[in-house]
């Protein structure tokens, strides 16, 4: 049944909460979560040999049934556990080696969002810092394809974060340091609220009853690095967890974007410090991210007609005439059009055009400046411009 699945792959995530890779390894030799509890603790300790203290763990009676409350409260709230091996698991957490063996999820967001960007910095920020987020932000939305935001809730640049994505229209993803049940920190409750109510997500992979250690934030840390492609630090002193996150996206092979600031600014330190090492590119706007993550607009072409005086000869007349009804047109069409116009006005056969009188003509006209020959040996009236 798919619930005892479920069950069991949440008992397993508590049991390697922090060996993630070895619960996957123990998963892929037994088959599944459930064939991991129904070998018996013999079993268990030939596979995992000196480590009694997962086998004591994993035989411990209360196990299967906690997660059995936990799976019946995550359904009641309206909270996904997804399992790492499920087609719903994000892609690019499921690349990362130590990605949880579930993933709980409340919300709507798309966590396979076509692009998605870590946005992280101090607790501490100044002025600068979140002006430099909103603004970074607010000009990411008015992309035809703007990222998801992720961060990590935390107060600081990770609200100024989630506070500009939900100005700007934009979804935002929270990774906290807890269970669902129990916000962190308790002042952005009504932050989180409002990322779900506005179509975002809040994720973690901790269960309730969990409590709350440094080691903990370190885990969240490696869920915002994980979900997105790449990671933006706008502000960080010389230590703290923006710069853990950013060592944990260099370390997944993602890219990494920092914030400049003054040499003399000691909130600063941590971004300078990354950028001189070239362990972080260099952004000061959101056109710097654009460009080297490929983000940018498209280009749209417009074509920009002219009135433009081709002069008094029949034949640069005709031609003008031509290219303003046919815009782009290819050499020999143009040559046929125009031979059958000419003749039509009575010019004799003998004075047609042939293709080396137009060819000639026509490089007179693009030299003037009146056309615009375009690949494929087809011309237009007119210039073409970026929109």
């Known amino acids: 049944m798919e619930s005892d699945f479920i069950i069991c792959a949440i008992a397993l995530s508590k049991v390697f909460a922090f060996e993630c890779a070895t619960g996957k390894a123990l998963i892929e030799h037994f088959g599944s979560p459930e064939a991991i509890f129904a070998a018996g603790p013999r079993k268990l300790r030939e596979v995992l040999g000196g480590s009694g203290d997962w086998v004591e763990k994993l035989s411990d009676r209360e196990l299967l049934p906690w997660a059995r409350e936990e799976w019946a409260w995550n359904r009641h709230y309206g909270i996904r556990p997804l399992y790492c091996e499920s087609p719903e698991y994000p892609r690019r957490l499921k690349e990362c080696p130590d990605a949880p063996i579930v993933l709980f999820v409340k919300g709507e967001a798309n966590l396979d969002s076509e692009r998605m960007l870590a946005v992280v910095g101090t607790r501490r920020a100044s002025y600068y810092g979140r002006t430099a987020c909103k603004s970074i932000i607010a000009a990411l939305a008015k992309n035809p394809k703007p990222p998801v935001i992720v961060s990590g809730l935390a107060f600081g640049i990770d609200g100024a974060a989630h506070e500009a994505a939900l100005e700007s229209g934009i979804p935002t993803i929270a990774a906290v340091p807890g269970a669902l049940d129990q916000i962190y920190p308790p002042g952005h409750r009504d932050l989180a609220r409002r990322i779900l ?156 055009p042939d293709a080396s009188t137009l060819s000639a003509l026509l490089i007179e006209l693009e030299i003037e400046g009146k056309i615009v020959s375009l690949p494929g040996d087809r011309y237009s009236q007119g210039f073409a411009t970026f929109a």
């Open 197 to 352: 109510e506005k179509g975002g997500a809040l994720v973690t992979d901790f269960a309730r009853g969990d409590g709350y250690s440094p080691v903990q934030f370190l885990r969240r840390n490696r869920l915002i690095a994980g979900l997105s492609d790449a990671t933006l630090l706008i502000e960080s002193f010389a230590k703290g967890g923006g710069l853990l996150t950013t060592g944990l996206a260099n370390s997944y092979g993602r890219e990494v974007f920092a914030l400049p600031g003054r040499i003399t600014d000691a909130g600063s330190e941590g971004c300078n410090r990354l950028i001189s090492a070239n362990l972080a590119h260099l952004v000061t706007d959101a056109a710097d991210l654009e460009k080297s993550m490929n983000w940018e607009p498209p280009r749209r072409w417009k074509s920009v007609q002219r009135t433009l005086d081709f002069g008094d000869d029949p034949l640069r007349r005709a031609i003008g005439i031509l290219l303003a009804e046919r815009s782009p047109i290819g050499f020999v069409a143009l040559l046929e059009a125009l031979r059958e116009r000419l003749a039509a006005s009575g010019t004799p056969a003998n004075a047609l």
